[in-house]
């Protein structure tokens, strides 16, 4: 008689770089029943309702004000590899911080090579700063990619020419230090909101974090800013994770901020998706809904977490980069 054995039920999930899901969820309660993820919400309606989250096909659950999960629904994230993270209102930063928090699971075995590769680079401080060169030069090619591809932008002349990508890559090739290759990642930034700034008519628009504001034009702008800066660190810890690497280990963000190589990775993607999208949408009054969904959506369309893990990997093939 054949003895047979129950399957694993995390092996079944779906590989982390292939998922389709990533939920935010606000004022519910998150619990485990029957071997299922539900949440159950708490608006203090007279008939509270369950929703199942399909966590083998989710990359990451962010949990917003007014939620709990329970302990047996945590262990089944864990077993299905879904990353956890906690912000404010409407995916905003959690209370007064920026630093995204998140819970990585630990139920499973990582890959250690890149790990101590990443390791190896992080300690070699010439390295270190070669691939954060490395890291700027993809950014600029997320952003030419995706902008070229954008009919929301190139209608309203919003594009990067060639001579935009000369100008960055000359200044990242002369920074000697980080403070220097963070003064060229800031001049890129400008130049890149005051182009979405004129495409779309938003005059008094000026980066300003938490502003949690629902009037249309700026403060909309910066409220989605923030909220797909939360969606971004979300699927870069993912990325991070499915190699191995400590958030604590970053190239260009400070080496004493809690998971600032979260920030480093999401900066690769940002540029290119959250902010256009968020000028698009927030001169169009959207709702954090639709702001939410689009963004995954073409996070998904683009494979952004297949594209991370890429660009990770191919920044620790590079043994040197030279910038003489």
């Known amino acids: 008689m054949k003895n047979s054995k129950p399957p694993d039920p995390g092996s079944r999930a779906i590989l ?19 071997g299922r993820l539900l949440f159950l919400t708490q608006r203090g309606e007279e008939i509270e309702q369950f929703f199942n989250i399909p966590h083998k096909n989710t990359a990451f659950l962010l949990l917003g004000n007014g939620t709990s999960i329970t302990e047996s629904a945590v262990r089944l994230l864990a077993q299905s590899g879904v990353m956890i993270g906690f912000v404010g209102s409407g995916g905003s930063p959690l209370l007064a911080a920026v630093d995204p928090v998140f819970m990585t699971p630990q139920s499973e075995y990582r890959p250690t090579e890149y790990m101590q590769d990443w390791m190896r680079m992080w300690l070699d401080e010439e390295r270190r700063l070669s691939v954060g060169r490395l890291f700027m030069r ?58 979405l700034r004129s495409a779309f008519e938003v005059d008094k628009f000026k980066r ?10 700026p403060d909309l702008v910066n409220s989605f800013l923030d909220h ?22 970053p190239v260009l963000h400070g080496k004493t901020r809690r998971g600032a190589l979260v920030f480093d990775v999401a900066d690769l993607f940002k540029d290119a998706l959250v902010m256009p999208l968020a000028f698009e949408l927030g ?35 590079k043994k040197t980069v030279s910038n003489q």
């Open 228 to 249: 797909g800066n939360y969606i971004a660190y979300g699927y870069a810890a993912v990325a991070i994770y499915a190699l191995g690497i400590s958030f604590a280990l």
């Open 283 to 317: 001169s169009s009054n959207a709702t954090d809904q639709e702001f939410r969904n689009e963004l995954i959506d073409r996070c998904l369309q683009m494979e952004v977490i297949d594209k991370l893990i890429e660009n990770i990997k191919f920044c620790l093939e």
């Open 138 to 195: 993809l950014r600029a090619e997320w952003v030419q990619s995706a902008w070229s591809k954008n009919s929301a932008l190139s209608s309203r002349g919003a594009v990067i020419a060639a001579n935009d990508l000369e100008r960055f890559d000359a200044s990242i090739e002369k920074a000697h230090t980080t403070e220097e290759m963070l003064g060229a990642e800031a001049v890129w930034s400008r130049m890149l909101y005051a182009r």
């Open 208 to 217: 300003d974090g938490g502003k949690k504001s629902r009037e249309p034009g």
């Open 16 to 34: 982390l770089s292939k998922r389709a899901n990533a939920f935010l969820i606000e004022r519910a309660r998150v619990l485990q029943k029957d």
